[in-house]
């Protein structure tokens, strides 16, 4: 098949030489066609050498590279794509274990698979597009799955529809591309949680915090918890599992206090250490002076975009600031941004800010990441997006 070509600007192939799967609408010296978003196209440098092959896409990042090698993009090419993907999470230990039923089975550019998501839950892959190109394959690729995967895959769920560009105009609706299932209670270190990837946020559960849930748990220990931003809970009841003192759980939404409230009773049956509140942030941190001495603050992200960015910054000072100044001495804080804008340096200078405020001494005992099955291509520094901290306050 032959590709529509993308002619790049003398010297701008220079990123794709180091193999970053980006290609910016500004590097672009002209198309050799009308495109529709989604194509695959050819991209060449000025002097006409071949450079990649990617989808393109309105926007300022143009084409989103799935190969660098000049090669054809057919069923074989994709389903060697998901067989390296599956490949990896099996060196994990992650599919078939006895004790964790969930994991992301496909992570964007850490995989060579930019613009796609898919969580695995006990079962249910969660395909999310966040590109047109990744939204039309959706049907092959959920059939390679399946090939791949055989019994232990039940049903593919696409859930791209808040996840599209909104510029490619595409009438998109949730729904099942292969099989059906029900949502269901998934397990996490042998602890139990309940996952509905059809009204649930993000695929349904936030995936990449599993190893910070499982460090909270080590650190829980006769401490009095506070859990904010806490959405369904995983923090909670890790802590609880460590034997935390009490653990109170906080939510600006009633919905996720909630499914809270029903994950926790999954775990420990009717134990009076858990409390649960629907509140905003900062108002319930106002004044809780010596009240808790582990604190995790977990908050969505404050930045979707550069825009925001200032914005943020500031937000995760005061936030930092209040839990330094209100928490215990000896306490441990877990702080984390998810915020892909921010920067590792960014969010560890706005703690250190939040922290300079309150005059406390602050020591870093872990610096924290997303897990290993949303890896990050070393030529995509940006995939890292999940930052954290674990600080000791004295």
Known sequence: MTLPIVTLKPGKEQSLNRFHPWIFSGAIKFISQEL????????????????????YQIGSIAVR?????????????????????????????L?????????????????GMPGLIVDFYNGTAVYQAHSVGMYHIRHELATLLKKLMGDLLVAVY??????????ADIQSENGYL???????????????????????????????????????????????VLNMFCYSGGFS?????????????VD????????????????????????????????????????????VLDPPAFAKHRGALRQALQAYKRINAKAFEQIRPGGILFTFSCSQVVSKDQFREAVFSGAAITGRKVRILHQLHQPADHPVNIYHPEGEYLKGLVLYVD
């Not at 660098?68 to 230990?93: P, T």
């Not at 009841?237 to 759980?249: E, R, T």
């Open 36 to 55: 529709e978003e989604g194509e695959l196209v050819r991209v060449v440098s000025a002097r006409q050498d071949f450079l990649a092959i990617g989808h």
């Open 65 to 93: 590279v799935v190969s660098f090698e000049d090669v054809e993009i057919n069923a074989a090419f994709w389903e060697k794509k998901l067989s390296e993907a599956l490949n990896l999470r099996r060196a994990l230990g």
């Open 95 to 111: 599919p078939g274990s006895e004790h964790t039923n969930v994991f992301r089975l496909i992570h964007g550019e850490g995989d």
């Open 158 to 167: 696409d859930k791209s529809d808040k996840t599209l560009p909104f510029k």
């Open 178 to 224: 292969l099989g059906a299932s029900e949502p269901c209670i998934v397990k996490e270190y042998g602890l139990a949680y309940q996952v509905d990837w059809v009204e649930g946020q993000k695929t349904g559960f936030f995936i990449d915090q599993r190893e910070n849930r499982k460090l909270v748990e080590q650190f829980s220990k006769g401490r009095d």
């Open 237 to 249: 009841f890790f802590a609880m599992q460590g034997g935390a003192n009490l653990v109170h759980s």
């Open 252 to 295: 600006a939404s009633a919905k996720a206090i909630e499914l809270t409230r029903q994950n926790v009773a999954l775990n420990f049956k009717d134990d009076p250490r858990h409390e649960a509140f629907v509140a905003d942030a900062f108002d319930f941190m106002r004044d809780m002076k010596n009240r808790y001495d582990l604190i």
